[in-house]
């Protein structure tokens, strides 16, 4: 299945019901509202950076990848399940998400993918230890994000690949507005922010290959570890 037809099923894939799941994937009515309310966005909209940040996994990928913060793997268990030879490991601070993802690969029949709750700026792996790291949605919540990208960083075998998502500021007023007002004080999302310049600064300073963009404000990235 291409990947872009895995992401547009993803909610079915996966028969997930809730408002959180559905909100992530634009595919109910409460989070197609919240898409365009806060995001200006419609589900092909959404489908299409998710597409952008994934495009970093090969298809036929057999390395060993870490994805941080998995939530409740909405978005990633179907993708999996397209990629049996890989070595798949997921980590979240909740508990709580964590066990929803590994409930969707347990439904799923995924063999390949472990769970682990850990923190992202300490991560319990060595240096070197996975050739992808991926992060959907993960770096504008994270409370300590320079020593998340330190970890990412680390734990990234030299010509591995990092690549994700997620939001920057002073793209669109409103979603800036939901950000600041809504999102930080129910504590989903975490100060200080990307912009896009900053971000490209920062992971041309870390990375070689860089390919990112935005749509609206989202960013996605794909790049590489120099050998």
Known sequence: MERKEVIRGAYRLTGGNNFYDGMITCSTLSGKAVCRLVWD???AECDAYLEKALSGIPDDFSGKLLEVPVGTGILTMPVYQTLPKADITCLDYS???MGQAQEKADRLHLKNVT???GDVGALPYADGAFDIVLSLNGF???PDKEA?????FRVLRPGGT?????YVRD???RTDWFIRHIYEKAGFFTPPYETVSS????LDGMYTDVDMGNLKSMAWFVCRKSK
């Open 41 to 43: 966005m419609n589900k």
């Open 148 to 152: 998340a990208y330190r970890e990412v």
């Open 140 to 142: 504008h919540a994270f």
């Open 115 to 117: 769970f682990r709750q």
């Open 171 to 173: 793209e669109q007023k």
């Open 199 to 202: 971000l490209k600064a920062r």
């Open 162 to 166: 990092f690549c994700g998502c997620f």
């Open 95 to 97: 508990a709580d998400m």
